[in-house]
């Protein structure tokens, strides 16, 4: 990669993404010098309102992604409604002559693109928990919906059978007192990018167990292609 960078950040939600992007870009740029990677971010609610973002909010049964507003509310919405518009949008991104794409998400199906490289955070993710997952007894998972834990096993290829919690990185759900559940776990997944460092320290103490950050996962293998 030459050696000054750009990056386009893409999230399902919209942008900007204030409790995301900064904290990455600590985590990608440390040491470095910060001049030399840009970056834009792109979503795919952004511009909506009203009736046009309530026809992506998910339905009964269906399968479903957490994600935030601008104005910092959670909004639950339709997956394949979302990555329909997703797709598009990463077809636009790919004419602009990035980088990088860094998708903010750990749970979406993309198209291939024909210019740029992806960082899709969740194969990031899932490869380095099972990677992980192997020897530590029994895994235990952190997800934003209750919804989400019935249908994470059609989602997701992990070893086992991994214990899984739900608590919303956005709607104030007690991350501290869900994370206590696995405390018998030998390894926590928090498997959204939603989830902070600060909710990373709760998760830490609460169960006593090793516990793995999906944004820090991502921002690391950033970090090495920079």
Do not use: W
């Amino acid at each position: 990669m030459s050696r000054s960078s750009r990056i386009a950040f893409v999230t399902i939600g919209q942008t900007p993404r204030v409790d995301l992007v900064p904290e990455m870009m600590e985590e990608i740029v440390a040491g470095l010098d910060a001049r030399d990677v840009s970056y834009r971010e792109f979503g795919v609610l952004d511009g909506l309102e009203g009736a046009a973002l309530d026809g992506l909010r998910a339905r009964p049964g269906e399968h479903s992604f957490a994600t935030r507003l601008k104005s910092g509310e959670e909004i639950v919405t339709s997956k394949a409604r979302t990555e329909e518009r997703l797709n598009a949008l990463l077809h636009r991104i790919d004419e602009e002559g990035f980088d990088l794409i860094v998708l903010l998400c750990t749970g979406t199906q993309i198209e291939p693109l024909k210019n740029t490289l992806v960082v899709e955070a969740q194969r990031i993710v899932d490869s380095t928990v099972e990677a992980l997952s192997a020897s530590c007894g029994k895994l235990g998972v952190i997800l934003p919906l209750e919804r989400q834990v019935a249908d994470f096993h059609e989602r997701h290829v992990l070893p086992g059978a991994p214990k899984l919690v739900a608590a919303s990185p956005y709607a104030g759900d007690d991350i501290t007192a869900r994370a206590a559940e696995l405390a018998d776990c030998g390894l926590i997944v928090m498997h959204c990018m939603g989830y902070s460092a600060a909710m990373l320290e709760k998760a830490r103490s609460a169960s006593g167990a090793p516990v793995l950050l999906s944004r820090r996962v991502v921002a690391g293998v950033v970090r090495q292609m920079l």
